[in-house]
């Protein structure tokens, strides 16, 4: 049981991690080709620009048939054939450059997302938790919740700017108080 959650845990950690994962590996392989063509060692450089290549390839591959499976045709397609274009006519500096590209621009989206995400979770924890509003004539204090019905209401972020607003029947509120 401990090596199936061992596993998962490691399984997800290069799933999240693949990006730059593929970034680190394929840019090795194309610096690797570079200093064994400097050196001289032509058929190394071409074993490495390959590896570096098949890695690009088989990433492209992967991306592509997730985002079909999920019925949306990507760049990444296109990615993908101008690889197996270059390796096929033995290019394989240029498919190494490609792979290096499509790792790149997957490693920057990542990195993206995961800022969004934690700036959108830091914005959601400064919200307001209480506010005030109007019913029956008065004004009353509440908390919110994440459901409940939707009533028109005002926040205060502290108690030396309070504010409350009369809002018109009809209105739409943005929020969901309890």
Known sequence: ?????????????????SASLMLVVTTAGMTAGAVARLAGASGAADAAWLAAAACG???????????VARGRLSVDVIALLALA??????ELLAAAVISVMLA???ALEAWA??????DLSALLARAPR??????????EAYRWTRSGPVTCCSS????????TARWPRGLPCLTNPR
């Open 1 to 17: 049981m401990a090596t199936i959650t061992v596993t998962r845990d490691v399984r997800a950690w290069l799933i999240r991690r």
């Open 57 to 67: 390839l088989a990433y492209s591959f992967l991306i592509a048939a997730a985002s």
């Open 85 to 90: 274009g270059a390796i096929a006519v033995d």
């Open 104 to 106: 790149s621009g997957r």
């Open 113 to 118: 997302a995961n800022r969004a995400r934690h």
């Open 130 to 139: 209480a506010g005030r509003r109007y019913r029956d004539g008065s004004v």
């Open 156 to 163: 205060r972020q502290a108690t030396s700017s309070p504010w």
